[in-house]
């Protein structure tokens, strides 16, 4: 008989993550990618079958496809299911092959891409409200939490570095 209970601090932690997105934050895509990740943990976890998962013949294909997608429209409020309707597969296929394939979620690869993008727009003196939204950011203390946590400084110290 399996025990009912489950001490699993990762699951554990991407449950709680799945509850703070659903309450806190307003980004969809995060979200989404969260509940998929907590789910497919949870299979994995609970049946035991995460390397009986079938392996998806066209990954880099696939992988490309969302980075494309992620880059040209980097203001789109996207989710994990509209990535994966628009791509003809399983929202778990595809974040288990963007993972795989890329070495990190589609939307930390969002993040990433936005924040490098906003690069040049603040070292030419942008502001940093019109950046933020430019880059389809929540907000602007969201794109300021995002930029401290992946460049170390602020937007605001960044750009005066440059001017």
């Known amino acids: 008989m399996l025990n009912p209970f489950a ?24 979200r989404s990618e969260a509940l998929a990740g907590a789910v497919t943990r949870l299979y994995a976890r609970r049946a035991a079958l995460s390397a009986a998962l079938p392996v998806v013949r066209s990954e880099p294909v696939l992988v490309r496809a969302v980075k494309s997608r992620l880059r040209d429209e980097l203001h789109a409020r996207l989710t994990l299911s509209t990535l994966a309707c628009e791509l003809g ?62 460049i170390g400084v602020t937007p605001k110290v960044y750009r005066v570095a440059f001017s």
């Not at 601090?9 to 509850?19: I, P, T």
């Open 89 to 150: 597969v399983t929202p778990f296929v595809l974040l288990r092959a963007f993972a795989r394939g890329a070495g990190l979620s589609p939307h930390a690869f969002q993040q990433q891409d936005r924040v490098r993008s906003s690069m040049p727009l603040l070292r030419a003196g942008g502001a940093i409200a019109d950046v933020s939204a430019r880059m389809g950011f929540a907000d602007q203390p969201h794109f300021t939490r995002v930029f401290k946590q992946q």
């Open 7 to 30: 001490a699993d601090v990762a699951l554990s932690r991407q449950l709680y993550g799945v509850n703070w997105c659903s309450e806190v934050s307003e980004d969809r895509f995060k």
